[in-house]
């Protein structure tokens, strides 16, 4: 069963197959499950082997506290926190598809909500990602000032 983002995009996709030529989308097609997965475990990679390379260069003596210094420990912390960002972005659309999949898998695509939350689960994403980024908004501020990159 091929999952799409909404109703403009399913009515898009059906009516390539009837006439052989995509109806263009406002904001086009959405990601599927597999890129989001795709997406998400990267960053998660990227954050652990990082976090591997870095201990493994600091333990051999590579890298001393003199090497690095205030700009090249900020320089990691800021690209481990963006790693960090990328990856709370990409497994809310990455949760949410996979439960819509799930409980059609197991029967229950028939129910109101379910069928509600596939019809809309691009405006819940972006609802998520907004209290996300309004969260983020409000904590770094504070943050900074505590020194979370010190």
């Given at each position: ?12 996709h059906t009516h390539s197959r009837k ?115 309004i969260g983020f908004s409000l904590a770094?501020?504070s943050a900074i000032k505590d020194g979370?990159?010190?």
């Open positions: 069963m091929d999952l799409l983002c909404n109703n403009a995009a399913r009515e898009a006439t052989g030529y995509e109806k263009p989308l406002i904001g086009g097609r959405c990601m599927s499950l597999k890129a989001w997965a795709l997406v998400c475990a990267s960053a998660f990679a990227v954050i652990i082997v990082g976090a591997i390379i870095g201990n493994m260069l600091e333990s051999s003596g590579t890298l001393t506290d003199d090497d690095v210094r205030y700009k090249g420990q900020n320089m990691v912390q800021i690209a481990f926190f963006l790693l960090f960002c990328l990856l709370c972005f990409t497994i809310v659309p990455f949760v949410i598809k996979l439960f819509i999949l799930m409980q059609i898998k197991i029967g229950h695509g028939e129910f109101f909500v379910i069928k509600w939350l596939q019809a809309h689960q691009q405006k819940v994403i972006y609802v998520l990602w907004s209290m996300l980024v770094l501020p979370i990159f010190k």
